[in-house]
Structures are given as C-alpha cells and as structure tokens.
C-alpha cells in the first residue's frame, strides 16, 4: 500500500486530518483515531503487523488483539481513494 500519488493531508489542531486529492477533487477527513492509524501506518511502511506491534508497545497491550483494527483502518483508507495497492 501507499498513499496516491498527490494526496495532500493537514494534521488540525483537534487532532482530526483532512485529506484531498487535487486530481480527482476527493475530500476526506478521520478523528484522531483515524489520524493516529494513518499516522502509524505511514511510518510503518502501511505494513500493518508492525504498525499494530508499534501500537501495542505505546499502549501495553498484545499485538494480536489490534490488528483486526489497524486492518480496518487500512481497509477504510482504501475504500475512500486515499490509498493504493503498490504492484509488486
């Protein structure tokens, strides 16, 4: 996964983050939970293991029982056009 190619995002004071695409003219904003994931995800190279392994260090918390969310989320910025599969 990446991000598309063009994709603006702004982090707001709130913690919420919008998202546009220039090129398609799509709009997208998440809460801080979504910010965090995207966050998280970008860092970890949108692999989701390591980003659910990341997330449970800060949290003190199994790994395994957050993947099924940060897949979620990974799934979510999909759906909305934010992301793509790389080819490999």
Excluded: Y
Excluded at 2 to 23: A, H
Excluded at 64 to 83: C, I, K, M, Q, T
């Amino acid at each position: 996964m990446r991000s598309e190619n063009g994709l603006e995002t702004q982090v707001l004071p709130d913690g919420k983050v919008d998202f546009f695409l220039p090129r398609t003219g799509l709009r997208h904003r998440c809460g801080p939970t979504g910010t965090l994931m995207w966050i998280v995800l970008q860092r970890q190279d949108w692999q989701p293991e390591r980003a659910a392994e990341v997330l449970a260090e800060q949290w003190g918390i199994a790994s395994e029982s957050l993947r099924p969310e940060v897949d979620a989320w990974v799934s979510h910025f999909h759906n909305e056009g934010l992301v793509r599969r790389c080819s490999a």
